[in-house]
């Protein structure tokens, strides 16, 4: 994923104005409340002239009161202003921001798994919440600060030439000199705006990484080596920054300089003019008071140049995320499967590649057929193809040749939900969640009744362990199941398959993680659960693969060989010699590859 610098304005504003869209009203509002306090600020340096030619020069006591009072009025109405602008503009910030990061999720949860697989997850973690952050940060703040700004810039140099054009012009000569360094420094800022940006996802990737395998990183003694690559990661991240934050500052320093010299000058001139009776104080006040109301607009809208620039960065890394394309989506014409039955299965001339390595092609013309209520044993050597036509069924890929069908409707004309609501998985490594191991239970039927995961979880063998623990279904378990075993996992993965009732089964060696015991349990619920549905297991074990009604024997990406053990033992080599292998030991060994 990667960005043109040239277009991130661009693409960041158009980000902004589609997600303040459904807020115009309040943005309306907050826009007017923004003008208004804008208005009365400046209106304070013609109650500054009033009150110092109609109440100090003049020594009258009602004039004073009058200008003092208008002078508290102002106030007053400056306060509520201010309070109803901070009120709407941050609440559009953050409404903004939680609508970004909804659109965001949805968005990543439809894409396909190749995207995972070429762009670190933790990096992406980082564009979902850090980048929303500066995005809230100026939505809700800098913008605000911004156009404030912008509005007392303009309006100051209007009431200057009103006020006194001689010395306006004073003024004005520091306006070029102001823009040109915004100019230069800025498109400095914007590129090291985003390359911080990455560094710190960068750092959070690793982060996450190191501590997400913190056993792994214990067991091989690799602290230090960790700790020395992660200070590069973070001195990276740092340099980046500080890069950005010199420029900011000179920025900041050059155009401070500027105007408040163009300030200092005019005074000069101002108090000449005052002495020789040219100008009132209080017309010289007024003036000053709209000169340091430019010069500190100016100051801040140079700091917040920064701030946008950085934002521009963060918008158009989300852009990036929501421009990406879903390639795995329901077609126009849409074709829908028949009832909730045991589905027939038929794989058709399939060749296929993954995405991420196009020229190693995993399956080769590859042609197998399921009949709806069969189980069907798939064994071969690893990397044989055999979990790579679970993901084509599930439709996580598409195949590049040929055509997968179900009960004859070809997988690419069924709305991808649909299709996936008719397989219940469990994969080799099983994924748990964090909550309660109830709530991993109905994470495959999320309606389902305490009686139903409870019979769930009777039927995978995992009610025994669940209701020793200290608070049974209701234990939270810490993220991917940490604190269980292999085939505690394993088994509430399996109770969750079950749950799902979906009519076709899919286990990628299911039990490979049971301990003997466990594996026994499983296998004498396996007829129960096979029962009025169709089946594929990857099997390595030898008690799996008897209660298949077939096996096919997978090898380089196609089926070269069906049948039941017998029949292969007999007719197949490759069988035959994972067999004489595997199966010699004992029936409990499983059958792996050679």
């Given amino acids: 994923m990667s960005a043109d610098v040239s277009t991130q304005p661009r693409r960041a504003l158009q980000l902004a104005l589609t997600l303040i869209s459904p807020y115009r ?24 002239r009033l009150l110092i030619d109609q109440g100090f020069a003049t020594g009258s006591q009602t004039l004073l009161n009058q200008s003092v009072g208008l002078f508290f009025l102002l106030v007053m109405a400056l306060a509520v202003g201010t309070c109803i602008r901070f009120y709407l503009v941050s609440w559009i910030g953050e409404r903004v921001v939680a609508d970004v990061r909804r659109d965001v999720f949805d968005h990543l949860l439809d894409l396909h798994p190749g995207f995972f697989e070429t762009n670190r997850g933790l990096e992406i973690q980082s564009r979902l919440t ?115 934050i010199r420029q900011r500052a000179w920025l900041t320093a050059v155009v401070i300089a ?20 040219r100008i009132s104080a209080g017309e010289l006040a007024a003036f000053v008071f709209y000169s340091l109301i430019v010069g500190v607009s100016a100051g801040a809208l140079s700091e917040v140049i920064g701030e946008l620039q950085r934002a521009a960065g963060a918008g158009a890394r989300i852009v990036e995320l929501l421009n990406t394309e879903r390639e795995i989506r ?48 798939l064994v071969g050597p690893s990397g044989a193809g055999k979990s790579t036509l679970l993901e084509l069924l599930l439709r996580f890929f598409d195949v590049d040749a040929g055509q997968i ?33 109830a709530d991993n239970i109905r994470y495959g039927r999320a309606n389902a009744s305490m009686a139903d995961v409870e019979r769930a979880a009777r039927i995978a063998h995992a009610h025994e362990f669940i209701s020793g623990l200290p608070q049974g279904y209701d234990t939270h378990l810490g993220d991917g199941g940490i604190g269980l075993s292999g085939g505690q996992k394993q088994r509430l993965a399996i109770a969750r398959a079950l ?44 008690a ?51």
């Fill in 25 to 48: 009203w309040r943005v309306a509002g907050a826009l007017a409340a923004l003008a208004f306090t804008a208005a009365i600020t400046l209106s304070l340096g013609q109650g500054l």
């Fill in 258 to 277: 500027l105007v408040l010299g163009a300030i200092g000058v005019m005074l000069w001139v101002g108090g000449m003019d005052v002495i020789e009776g």
């Fill in 330 to 377: 329901a077609p126009e014409n849409l074709q829908h499967l028949p009832a909730r039955t045991p589905a027939r299965i038929e794989f058709r001339k399939v060749d296929f590649a993954y995405p991420t390595r196009p020229e190693a092609t995993v399956l080769k013309s590859l042609d197998l057929a399921i009949s709806a209520g069969e189980t069907l044993a």
């Fill in 499 to 542: 749950l799902s009732d979906a009519p076709v089964l899919l286990l990628d060696e299911a039990t490979s993680a049971l301990d003997a015991r466990s594996e026994h349990l499983i296998q004498e619920a396996l007829p129960a659960l096979m029962s009025g549905r169709t089946c594929i297991f990857i099997a390595h074990r030898l």
């Fill in 544 to 594: 799996t693969v008897k209660s298949a009604h077939r096996i096919a024997v997978m090898d380089q990406g196609q089926i070269v060989a069906t049948g039941t053990h017998a029949e292969l033992i007999r007719d197949n080599p490759l069988y035959a010699r994972l067999a004489e292998l595997q199966f010699v030991a004992g029936e409990a060994a499983p059958l792996r590859a050679v």
């Fill in 130 to 244: 850090a980048d929303t952050t500066v995005l809230q940060t100026v939505i809700g703040s800098t913008v605000s600060i911004a156009l404030r700004n912008a509005l007392m810039l303009i309006g100051g140099i209007i009431l200057l030439f009103i006020t006194n054009p001689k010395l306006t012009s004073i003024v004005m000569l520091a306006i070029p000199l102001v823009v040109v360094p915004i100019i230069f420094f800025g498109r400095r800022v914007r590129v090291l705006s985003r390359q911080s940006q990455d560094r710190v996802a960068d750092v959070g990737s690793y982060v996450g990484e190191v501590l997400g395998q913190i056993r792994t990183v214990q067991a091989f003694n690799h602290q230090q080596q960790d700790r020395e690559r992660f200070g590069a990661v973070v001195e990276s991240a740092f340099d980046v920054a500080r890069r950005r």
């Fill in 405 to 437: 069908t179900l009960d004859g409707i070809d997988l690419r004309q069924l709305d991808p939900t649909e299709l996936r609501a008719c397989f219940a998985w469990v994969g080799q490594n099983p994924a748990l969640f964090f909550g309660s191991i």
